[in-house]
């Protein structure tokens, strides 16, 4: 499903994907109004449906997956609030600390395994200012990101995300998912993105990633959340007139690109183990559960120096780490393209 020519294989990102031409067809003939005064039938549309498809009641389309998050911390939580979510989350090491300077929250960190957090640490975790003489944040959000991107594409079970959302919502905290990648759990795991999300009070979702679509992501919740989540996305600058031209492009995503998703992860998995069983290589396999590959390198090499030598054979990677690169498959990458990048690691 390539559809462009390019020289190279670009595992950097599921981000550098570009509209195939049928998505491009569906851009050019969308039926678009003014947003912002509700009335594009085609981003009405489009948050209609993820909103059936997740089973919530409403959505609300945005530029981004961190404009996404930002609006759905500061929909959930007051200045002073403390939010919850893992050491590695994208909403703490990727959002440049929006939740800080936008939101007024402090953060807890759950250290985790592969980026999945424990249940009880997550409860471990949860401060409130109430019964501590005043010296506390009150803690009101725990964020769950699935996929886990620095966990290594990692998804957490149903189970998981239940009793996670039962401690939270025991302790009077609200549950936001960063599902970005949701669509890559919902095909690894077999499970319903209804059933994945049943207990959560607001989702994200990246278009833009995976899916294929250029720009845009999605936040879903409760009608009364997102009512009030769309007054913080026109103070976050975030409203767009005729934003059909863009939600085409997810509509088309949602309906075409999610079972594909299946050929992305078997290609990761395939570069995964041919890499691990190099020399100089490492990667935890029991992470590769999705589209990502990440690469530790064992003989003194530095990243730098490995993702250099790879690009002057066509094959570009992400430097993660001093010592650690991350590959991710996507529609653009095919098996032939795979098959290549094997072929430059075990050359250099």
Known sequence: MREYSSERVDLRSDTVTQPCAAMRAAIASATVGDDVLGDDSTVNALQERIAVMLGKEAALFVPSGTMSNAVAIRTHT??????????TSHIYIYEGGGYAALSGCSVALVDAENGIMAPADVGS???KAEGSLSHFPNGSLVCIENTANRGGGTCYTSQEIDEICQIAHDA???VHMDGARLFNAVVATGTDASKIVENCDSISICLSK???APVGSLLVGSREFIDKAHRWRKMFGGGMRQAGVL???????????IERLADDHARARRLAEAVDSMDGFSVNLEAVETNMCYISLTSGQSAGDVIAALGEKGVDLLEVGPNTLRAVCHLHIEDDDIERAINAFSEI
């Open 125 to 127: 975790a949860i401060r």
């Open 172 to 174: 009077g905290c609200q």
């Open 78 to 87: 007051n200045p002073g609030d403390e939010i919850i979510t893992e050491s």
């Open 210 to 212: 995976g899916l294929g």
């Open 247 to 257: 939600a085409a492009a997810g509509l088309y995503a949602l309906e075409q690109n």
